[in-house]
Nanobody, 122 residues
């Protein structure tokens, strides 16, 4: 089993910054993509950003130019630098690992973290 542990959420004022981290642990051979999704109350979950092991990044339209995703493949860790935060960025942010190959398994699996709350408020 693989565990994803998120950190870095919290309360921040509009215009402020936060940095989220998500570390994957377990008998991991490789992870194709890691990313962040968010869900605000009463809304559907949406992609924030994702990044492949090769460094190709993809962003949701609402965060382009403000958020930056990065990844440390050696540590199976993904980061999300969030700048110029807006009230509408308030949500639970969840980490996702896609196509995770583990020692002793024949098929890859996808995993989710528990989520971390990000609240943007004045």
């Amino acid at each position: 089993q693989v565990q994803l542990v998120e950190s870095g959420g919290g309360l921040v004022q509009p215009g402020g910054s936060l940095r989220l981290s998500c570390a994957a642990s377990g008998s991991i051979l490789s992870i194709y993509a890691m990313g962040w999704y968010r869900q605000a109350p009463g809304k559907q979950r949406e992609l924030v950003a994702s990044i492949t092991s090769g460094g190709n990044a993809n962003y949701g339209e609402s965060v382009k130019g403000r958020f930056t995703i990065s990844r440390d493949n050696a540590k199976n860790t993904v980061f999300l630098q969030m700048n110029s935060l807006k009230l509408e960025d308030t949500a639970v942010y969840s980490c996702n690992a896609v196509t995770v190959w583990e020692i002793g398994t024949r098929v890859p699996a996808d995993y989710w973290g528990q989520g971390t709350q990000v609240t943007v408020s004045s």
